[in-house]
């Protein structure tokens, strides 16, 4: 009943855009890509809710076999694409890595695709570490503790190493989970008021490792950023979007993809 309701929804979004659309008659429109909404219903893309499904053709196998896939993937794109025809929008994306794997699987008409990120990095030098034992790695793992964000890679990460006085770890974020025991949360709320909350938080704490496990092509990754502005190395997969170029592209080049867990492990 849940899916039904939330492809209804889906449904009457698009249709009263239609409407707009034909209402106002824009002579431009920008459309921002947020997600992967404008390719899929399922804005992650996670087959079956599991694993990234790399976005294949509509008449693929690995397509049909996701419950996102096959005949309600093609009628959500059928809509949007009553929608794009009408505007043909130019197309803003917020990373290089977003832009071209959406130009490279939509249909949707579109006048220009251009790139207007939300931020850069730029480098400083790096401050000297306080605490006095050296050789505890501190692992850190922030934002919404959920599947598509990794975040039971983490908790198993932690788990392998309960009792191990090699790492420390921690969670920085709004909400708590009932997790292992050596997980230690720190409450974090990013606001308008406090737009640095989370690199505070990091810093304060001496991170030396965050962990940014997504299992989705992340757009951009907000948290990839902090963690660099903090001074921490990221870990991440190869495939989860922006966050490996981010941190790993020139005049940065703090933090590595992993090609499975087990390598993190």
């Known amino acids: 009943r849940q899916l039904l309701l939330l492809r209804r929804r ?19 429109t920008i459309a921002w890509v947020h997600d992967l909404f404008t390719l899929c219903p399922s804005w992650t893309m996670l087959r079956n809710n599991v694993e990234f499904c790399g976005g294949p053709k509509l008449d693929s196998v690995a397509c049909g076999i996701c419950v996102y896939g096959g005949a309600e993937r093609k009628t959500h794109l059928a809509r949007l694409e009553k929608v794009f025809d009408a505007l043909k929008p130019d197309m803003l994306f917020p990373s290089e890595v977003i832009k071209e794997f959406w130009v490279a699987r939509s249909p949707l008409k579109h006048t220009a695709a251009k790139v207007a990120p939300h931020g850069t990095l730029t480098m400083g ?12 790695l501190r692992v850190g793992f922030t934002g919404l503790p959920v599947y598509h964000k990794g975040w039971y890679v983490f908790e198993e990460l ?12 921690f969670h920085f974020g709004v909400n708590q989970r009932d997790v292992a025991r050596n997980i230690t949360f720190v409450p974090v709320a990013v606001d308008a008021t406090s737009r640095h909350a989370m690199i505070d938080a990091l810093i304060a704490n001496e991170i030396d490792v965050v962990v940014i496990w ?21 870990l991440a997969p190869k495939e989860a979007g922006n966050v490996v170029p981010a941190v790993s592209q020139p005049g940065v080049e703090q933090g590595m993809g992993l090609e499975s867990a087990d390598q993190l492990f």
């Not at 449904?11 to 431009?28: G, I």
């Not at 000297?128 to 050789?135: C, G, I, N, S």
């Not at 757009?219 to 190395?233: I, K, Q, R």
């Open 10 to 28: 889906r449904q009457l979004v698009l249709e009263l855009l239609l409407q707009f659309v034909q209402q106002f008659a824009p002579d431009k």
């Open 125 to 136: 030098a790096a401050v000297p570490t306080r605490r006095k034992d050296q050789l505890q």
């Open 158 to 169: 932690a788990l392998r190493h309960h009792q191990d006085s090699r790492y420390s770890f």
């Open 214 to 234: 997504s299992l989705w092509y992340e757009t951009f990754s907000f948290v990839a950023y902090e963690a660099v502005a903090a001074g921490a190395f990221v």
